[in-house]
């Protein structure tokens, strides 16, 4: 038997929407990094980065795929870039320390480095 969120979930797998490069329609370069399902309505989020000013986003698919036009895929420097600016709003200064200025405790490996979140490892 199959729940609301299972059908959800077989219909955001099905949406197909390429992660990579998309330009709004007002100019300005994105990544889409990640399409999601929210849980407590069904909606379909894009969840993207602004280049430009190096933030992160989150509207509906419906509304990002209005707004913004695909570019191209996304190479290995935007997906790092993000994940340099992600590990930065983390507290995180390099891949291979953790930072103990941050009042959140980031889970991190034997060497410092970030660990899998949620397993203290």
């Known amino acids: 038997m199959t729940d609301q969120k299972d059908e959800w979930q077989r219909r955001l797998a099905a949406e197909g929407v390429p992660l990579g490069v998309y ?3 007002k100019g300005g370069e994105y990544l889409l990094f990640a399409v999601s399902c929210d849980e407590r309505n069904g909606d379909f989020l894009a969840h993207y980065y602004s280049f430009e000013k190096r933030t992160r986003w989150t509207r509906t698919l419906v509304n990002f795929m209005s707004r913004f036009q695909y570019q191209r895929a996304a190479t ?5 870039m993000l994940r340099d600016e992600l590990a930065v709003a983390l507290g995180i200064t390099s891949l291979s320390k953790k930072v103990s200025t941050n ?7 034997g060497d410092g480095g970030p660990g899998i979140i949620g397993t203290g490892k």
């Open 76 to 80: 290995l420097t935007n997906y790092t």
């Open 103 to 109: 009042p959140i405790d980031v889970p991190c490996d």
């Open 23 to 25: 330009v709004h329609e």
